[in-house]
Every structure is written in structure tokens, then in C-alpha cells.
């Protein structure tokens, strides 16, 4: 079976390294690459590394020559602009999977708080399902609409649902900060993006009011059965590609084990192709390029023990997760999805 | 006034810093480098940056020679070698200003504890000064021997020091997740500060278990009067200088204002020529190359509102600081330990 | 199909990069890892990246052990060590790919002056190809015994070789001016090789001395015809992986027009999967991760015009060539390498 | 003695390190700074480094005002625009150092075939000193307005003026392989310099016309005392300061020894400050956040020895010279000039 795959928004980041993962795919065509630009480019001109492994034409986004080229179609539009492409492409009977945030709040009303403006396309958007195949894999694979999860919420919720599920950690109180690459933040040039200025630097921002984190808490949420709150602050590291998440969470008993722990996401992702549970701490070097996501976890003292009594001020749990921002929080992922929705190997093309 | 400096250990990063900045202070001369190798370099074939700047030929660890010499003394020893040197030094009557961690931790249970090995110059232990200038100015004009401050706690204890002193936050439940370029791992090849290891790349090391975490406990207790207990992770910055550390503390009281927190700040450190309370988020680019440490705070929900009528699960107060580890976080604050030791104005030499 | 391979020095970096793309390959197996080292690691605890994806124990290098396992192997052991396992490996009928520098040099004097001891395995090394596959496909397909080319080699001839096969440029006054990524210099920890010591920095080394600057001269004697001799002198970047040479020629004649210069290219590597030739510069950022080596050319005056009469003084041809220095320079050429000799299609697995 | 300085541009890269340094020198005042932005800014919101150490408030570019305010003027601006404000500021008595490329080449003539418009002041142009120090001290302590050189030339002029003044060298066929940091494009986001694009790669620009190579052979034109030609290619390196030359040059006799080569730099830079001839190699390293050149030469042969009659053909002579570009290629050259102009010792405030 060979799947013909159409790109919208192919001049992103995200667009490049879908191609890219596409091509080495044995089941997969690139048929058609969309652009909303208004002078339309040779993909191989946008991104020089394409040059020689895939110089199609960009084309205007038009739902019925894509539908006529493509049986799948994945969006990397940025959001607000998604929804308003999705719904005829839809429409069209295409599958769709959408890398832009416009389908991942499952609410419309949140929506509209989290991304300020009334969501355009409600009637798909009860529709579509949220594309975590490590925890929803049956609905994706039943789908016509998913919604890839953001970068971000990739790791954390990875990272935290096998606690939560087992009731090992409290749902509230809960800390992920997280640094990420600089392709997280996109294509276009910006001063703070400028080379010299994130080169030897490090920031934190948007802290507290990020909109990956009512998305994490939305997911949680669902798999633990009750509200889940989180605070997310995430930082800018001086690197292309990765994120690192170290969660800071309360246990729900002090005397919970580090085994017991591990046993939750060895449970949780022991039949996981890309989710691997490590002894040693995650670092950004053993997943990018990849699309696994790390973790690991640690049972620590909240403080130091003042003398050798060990009469410690209780105990936090450390989760680290780790990823590729543009691999599993992105295009990796998406092609997961795919994998699932046309009833492939989950890992096809993802080695 | 000229003041004859020596330094001990100049073959390290912070006595390069150290060097470079001695030699730009109006009153200083660099008369003495002693150093333990075997083989004593000239400093400049040690150290390729100074060639034409300073091209002292290093000398044996000589208290007597030193005292001769010099009216102060910088130790940049490792840990429990620095124990070994500092005794003679002091008996010569010079003034010692020590980067290790060997005289920072004011009880030797807690040393040995932290350490693991008994302190060998528990007298000299009583006598020692812990040189952060913004808190124990006074302590430190008239002290004879300086415990240069870690790195880590420079930054953590300026960040929380004024918000425990107002009652603003809780004593406990502090969560410290910092970051540091990789000078603070030392001047030694290892396998993990290998080049291609650690571009691109990002990790945590020793959470809940690194050395510094004591230290910054040590110093909060004694400014609060009660037990303070952190949580402290360390992280490893692709860069070469600079800390970041995000700090989650609880606030004593919800309706606690983020005006209240900043003007914890601003009394603290409104006359302190090397603390920046900032309104915008502290960025190593702002810091690295300066003896400034950059504060600032925000006031957050700890999860995000459900609905607009804004019921979140509680706040959560967030401190930024950020310095330089090699200025701020060891050398320049020698220096302007030394500044006070000698009477001189904090911040000369420090422009 | 299935081949199956061993990696005899897996724990290397090209090891490493090996593995990553023969688990892709479709037709291969990896059965083997064979490793020096007095305790032998799963490569998995050595590399940690392959967690979950290679698992394998390494074993001692036993040739015998190694022909029942495999039909290929791919030596990844530094210059001199591998000619002393080589021999034994070929007497096992074994098909050998060997990525050190031992028998790259076809004559045993000239290996002798270049790396300083005399060559051990003599006998081999006639038979030894030079595995440039753009060059020498044929005899690759006939060869037992491949001598995978250098980095800084390979793109240098790639680079210059069509120019002087057309007759374009002088054979000699070449001046080679190469940068590298760190990973060129290996996997074990220096003090030039500290993060600190090159994160920030740019040195040469080795101007004119380079080990490859004879291998360089060789092959483009042999493509000439005649003695083609040239200056190297190599970088260090601060980057992970890639290499780019800037390569200085001389016209054969000043009235060559840069079309002509491109048409060599062209016409050399029109059918070539793994050389692009383009308009623009090349630059490592579109090579990295693959097996592509871009080269470019430019035809500019030797100096600038005085005035509107374009008096300039003569032409210079300014070859631009880069490549990852980990795949096209190294595994994924080794690669290459093997499909021509199991007769499969060049490109497999290369994507 | 109080000097009394403005800065025209100051929120430029070079203007923030004209501030820095201009607060460390002992001699100077900053008192007014003059920006063409329609909102001018507080320098310390534009430039957050100088937040507590340099908070003026931007001012519009009025020469009567600045000559009020100034003793002397730094302009900052991007060529074309310095020479619209320049007349002005030198009607005003102002001693004016320009940083611009505006008046470093001396024949108007010359100035428009580079930079592609007529030169609007050529009048001053004829009194402009080239403020290389080392080369035009003398005329440069009687000028009222000195051009800044240009950070490559700069490099480039002190590592080959003295080989061509002792004919050491052919005066052409010499090629200039340059690599600067990211500053040195100064502070404008653009795609090519967005933060992904730079950081891991590495790439050549403007090959042969750019617009420092006349610059280059003016300055090396005017010292020779006959026409010297230069090939220059420039790279943009993945760092944020510094710039690194390896300049390929022809002997004038292949019997010169690197003895000779290395007396004619010692000869020339014995009594000079920041220059500082190196028999290692020069590396970013050891000149970043400092105003010295570093030099070196190595005398090598043009191609390997065949074998051990050592029949090489030929010898170069490469030099290899090291700045950082936003010092001695710009800033702090800049105030070396005015230390010049105001009869300081030309070292003050540089340490």
C-alpha cells in the first residue's frame, strides 16, 4: 500500500522534518505541498536541504486538488490559521492531522480564553481527537481529525499520567519547568531569536500563563477522572532541537518507593515503541533526531537532612521527560498518527 | 593605597577571571601565583588570554614566601585541598579569601556530612566569614578569612534571602531549578563536559543531592531564624558562563501582591551596587561578563483558571536570578569581599 | 536479502552513527559488535541513545567468531590498530569496510612517513580500493577490502577532482582551507577538546602537517595523471558535525567562464545520488544528518578593481564543499560502500 | 582631565560595547547619546545589560547640542547614514570618530564603485585619518576625524603590512580566508541570521566582493608603496564575537625562514600594546572580550613530500591573525583612536 501524503504550511520547521521523516517512510508518496504564500516556491528552494530528495512546486491550499492528489493531509499552519483550512479539507474526506493548536482544546469555550478569539470550526472540533497514541491509540486510529498534541504537552503528560493513574502523586501542586530549542519558537526572525541574542543565553518566559498549559491540564485531567492543575514554566535554551521537562510533584504518600515509581511507567509504557523509561537522567542528546521521549524519575528529600537522623522535611517526586521538540512533539508524531489511522505498524518510517 | 595580591590555584577558570579582573582594579598588584603542580608554568603559557598581561611564573605554595609578598591571598583550590593551605596562611597573618567550599558550611558535622571526610581546620572553621556581601557587609570588612560563596547559592540565596525576611513565603516546600554553563564543572576534560556531549545537549545532575543545597539552607535558616528546606537541581547549559535558577516557593498568604514581593526587593537591595531587581526576566545575557545578579519575581495561579471566573488552585511566587558563575557566582564577589576587607569602595575594580 | 554486519569498534562515534543508520538500512542485521575494551559494555549503557533500539553485548574481536556471525564488517578502530586485526578478518573471507586510515595510503612508504611506523599488513593493502564510490564504483563492487576514505578526503576530492580532470585548473598551488565539527576528533575527552575550550572558539590546527593532505594528493594524482600537490590546513568548529572546505585553485586559463567550471561538476556528478551541485554556497546546515556532500564554485578576480576598466589582477576559482562529516565523511559512505558491494542499489538506506 | 563623550547609534551591538567600555575607562564621562529612532529609548531598556550602569535617555542627533554636551563623538551608524550627520558634528569642533565604513577608503571615487552611491561629503573625506594605530598613530593624534576600520581589515591589515614592508611576501596572489562571529552582522533579525539558521552551521558569503577586501588593499596598497591585491572570502562563524584570518601568501624567496618572518612581526609589534605575535596559534579563545590582535605564521610546503628527499613543491607562507570584532575590530579600537587623539596613553581603560 503506498499512502499519498499532502503538506499545508510545508515552508514551516515542522514542514521541513515531516518531509524529511516522509521520504525515508517505505508506505508514503508526498503528492501535493500547500503554501499560503502568496509567490509559491520549489520546496527545494525554501529549504536548501531538500534540494535533490524533494523538489515539488508549492501549490495554493485548494481542498478538492488536494483531496484529487492525497488521502492524507497534514496541516503545519500556525494556529488560528488551521481552522480555517481544516473544515474543507474535512470535507473533502481527507484524513487530516493538524500540528496547529486549533483542535487540541477540546472545548471552544477554552479555546476562545486560552487563544483569545471564538474557535471557527466547532463542529469538527467535538470531532477530533487528541493525537497521543501512548494514551489514546484506538481513538486515533478510528479518526478523520486529529489534533497533534503541542511540543510541550507531549513530554509533560508523558511524564506525569502513569503517576497520576496509579495514584502515586497529588493532582495539584504540580511544577513542570521546561527549556526547549529554538525551533520551537518557529521559522520567522524575531530580535529575541536573533543569533547573538539567544547564543549564550538562557530565559524563562511566558511563566505561569503559557498556552500548552491548560493543554497539558486538559489531558491529565481526563486520565485521572479529576481536575488536575499544573504550573508550567517554560525557558529558552541555546540549542536547535529538544526539550527538557523536570516535573516537581508531591507524592500522595511520603513513603512511596522509587520502584513503585518506576513500576508506573514501566507498566504504562513497557509495550510503548517511543517512550523509554531510563535509569540515568534524560538529556536532550540521547533523543533528538529521534522520536522517543525519555523518562525518569527520582524519590528526593524536600530539603537537606540536618543531621544523620535523616529528619527530613518529606519528599518530592522528580520526573524528567525528554524529547524532540520537532520529532515527537511534532512531525515524528504525526506520522505516528498516521501509522495508526491507516492501520500501519505504529513505528513505520520512525526508526 | 596598593594592595599586594596572591593567588593560589591561578591555573583553574576562576583564577583566570580572577586575574583578568585583579589586573583592572586600580588598586591591586598580582605579586605571587602559587600553585601545587609539579611542573610550574608560566601563567600565560597556562592560560593563552593573558599572554602580555600578566606572565607571572607560578611558584610553590609557600605561606612564608606569600606573606612576604602579598597583603592578601585568593585560595582557588579544590574542595579539601584548600583545608590543607589556608592554616599556614592564616598564621602568616595574611587575609584569605577562599573560592573553595571548604570554610562555607559553619558546622564540621555538616561538613563531613556533606563532604565526607572530617574538616581539618575545625579552628579556623569558627573564625570564617561567609562572604555574601549583600547580606554580612559588616561581618566581612573585619574578618580575616572569607568563605567565597558557591555559585548555586550566590544566586538562590540573593533570590529568597528578602522574601523570607518579609514572611512573604513559605520557609519550606522551596523548590530551586537552576541552570549553569559548563565553567562551574571546572577546567578538567571529563567524558560528560566533552564538546560533542554537551552542544546541544541539556541535562539535570544530582537532584536532591548536590552540595550546594546545604549551603543555601545554611544561610536562609540563619536570615529567617527558623529551618528553611529546598529542593535544589542543578542543570547543564550548552554555554560556557552563567546561572539561571527558577525558584517555586509558596506564598505565606494568597492575597499576597506581586508589588509586595518586588518591594521586598527593592528595600533589600535598593543600595546594593550588584543586585538588579528587574521588571522584565533575568537572561545570562544580561549578567554573563558582570558581577550583577539579576532578580526578579512574578506571582502566578498554580494551574490555569477553568472558566472566567478565575477559581485557581492557589499561587505560586516564582523568583528569577541570574549571574555570572565565574564573576558574581566566585571571582568578582572575592573581589568585592576584598574591597570591603580593605575598606575600599565594594564596587571598585568591578565597572 | 539480509546481510548481516559487524562493527568491530562500535563504541566510537562513527560506531555509534553506524548503528544509528544500519538499524534503518532494510536489508541489513546487525549480529555483531566486537570491542577492544578489557570490559566489554552492552552498546546500549555506552551509547545511550540506542537504548531500546540496539541492545547488543559487545564481544571480544574474534575473527573467527565474527565470520560465523556476519558476511560484512566495519572496522571503526583507530590508525594502526586496525591493520592489526584486518588480515585475520579477510582470511575469514570476511568483506571488510575499514573507516581508519590504514590503508587508505597505497604504497607502505608513504604510510610509513605519514604515520610514522611501518605499515604491518603490506600484503593487503594492494588489494586494498579506495572507497570513493563517485570515483571508483567498479572496483569497490570487485573489492574484499575497502579503505573508507577520510573526511577532510573526501570532500576535497569531490571538490576538486571533475576541475582538474577538465583541465581547468593549475594541479598545484591548491590551498585546501577546511573547518570541522568537533566529532572529526573523536570520543575521548582532551583538554582542547573541553567544552569550555571550544564552544565560542576558532583555531587551526596542523597548517600544512595534516595526515590527510597526502591521502588529498593521492587520489587527485591518480584522477590527474600527474603529481597534483596541495596545502591543507583544517579548523576547528564550534559544531557538532560537518565539514566545509573552501578550496583556492588556480585558472588553467583566465578566460574560463564559471559555467564551464559548473559543467564539470555537472557532468561528473549528474548521476550521482550523493553529490549536489549547486547555485548557492553550500553550508553545513544542509548536509548535517545526511548523506549528501554539496559542492559549488565561483570564478573571482584575485583582487579588486581599481577602477571601472575591471583591470583586475587574474582569476582565482574558489570550490565551495561540505558534507557531514560523520556520514558522507565517514558511516554513511561506509554504507554507500557496502551496497555497491552486495550489489545493491548505492542509495539504499541512505535517505 | 575629563573627557566628555557622545554616542551617535548607540543601540547598536557596537554602541553597547562602547558603553561598556566606555564606563571603565578612567578619563571619560558619557554624557549624551543621540539615536535616529523615532521613540528613543532609555539605553538600558534597549540594551538590558546596562540596566543600573548606564540609564541615558537617547536623544535626537542635534550637533549643537552634542557639541554642548561633548568633547568627542563616536558615530555608530550604518554606513551611507554616518556621512549625513558627520559635516555637522566636525562644524561643531567635535573630534568625531566614525565607525562606519563612511570615510576609511580615501578617493570618493573608490567609495561609490563599493558602496554603489556617490560619496556625500567628500570634502572631510580628504581629512579623514584611517584609525589603524598601530600603522598611523601619528597622524591619528592631529586628526578631528578618524575612520574606524573595518573589523576584518583590521585583522588582515596587522597580520600581513609587515611582511610586505620587509618583502617577505608577493604583494599579490594573496588570499584571505576569513571567519567572523554573528555581531559582526550586526543587530537586525534576518532569516540568515535567525538563531536554527546559525547555531551548527557554517557557511561562506560575499566570496571576493565584499566590500572590506579594497578597504583591505588600500591600507596594504599605502604601505607597500605599490599595488597589493588580496582575495577575500569571508565566513560566518556559529559564535557571537571574534573573528579568525588564515591568510595564504607567497614568499618572495623560497629561502626565507619562519625565523625571518616571525622578526618582522616582532619588529613591528614589540612596542605595541595590543598586538601580540604568538608562536601558538591564534584562537577566538584567547582575544574575545579583549582588545588585542593575536598573530602568528607558520612557512609550510605547498604540497607533501613524495617522499624523504623532502622535493616539495614549493613553500606558502601562512598567517594566521585573531581579533574580537566588537573590540579591536571596532569599539575598543575606536577608543584606542581617541586616546590617541586626546593624548592619552593609547592603552588606558583597554585592560
Known sequence: MTIRAAIVGPTS????VLIEWLLRHPSIDITYLASQRETLPNIADDHPRLRGRCELQCQPIDAAAIAQAADVVFTCLPHVVAMEYVPALLDEDLKVIDLSA???????????????RPHADAGNLKHAVYGLPELFAADIAEAQLVANPGCYPTAATLGIAPLLQRSLVQPTGIVINAASGVTGAGRSPKPNLHFPEVNEGYVAY??????????????????????????????LLPVNQGILETIYLDPKDDDVSEE??????????????????????P????????????????????????????????KKVVVFAAEDNMIKGASGQAIQNMNLMFGLDMATGLA
Chains 1, 2, 3, 4 share one sequence.
Open 13 to 16: 520547521y515542522t514542514g521541513l
Open 102 to 116: 486549533d483542535y487540541r482544546l477540546a472545548d471552544a469555550a477554552a479555546y476562545e480564553r486560552v487563544y483569545g
Open 206 to 235: 511566558a511563566p505561569g500563563v503559557h498556552r500548552h498549559q491548560p493543554e497539558i491540564e486538559q489531558t491529565l485531567t481526563r486520565v485521572k477522572g479529576e481536575a488536575v492543575s499544573t504550573l508550567f514554566v517554560p525557558h
Open 260 to 281: 513503585e515509581l518506576f513500576d508506573a511507567f514501566d507498566d504504562a509504557y513497557g509495550d510503548q515503541p517511543f517512550v523509554r523509561v531510563r535509569r540515568d537522567l
Open 283 to 314: 538529556n536532550l542528546k540521547y533523543v533528538v533526531n529521534t522520536n522517543y521521549c525519555d523518562v525518569s524519575v527520582r524519590l528526593v528529600n524536600a530539603g537537606s537532612p540536618q543531621d544523620d537522623s535523616d529528619d527530613a522535611p518529606g
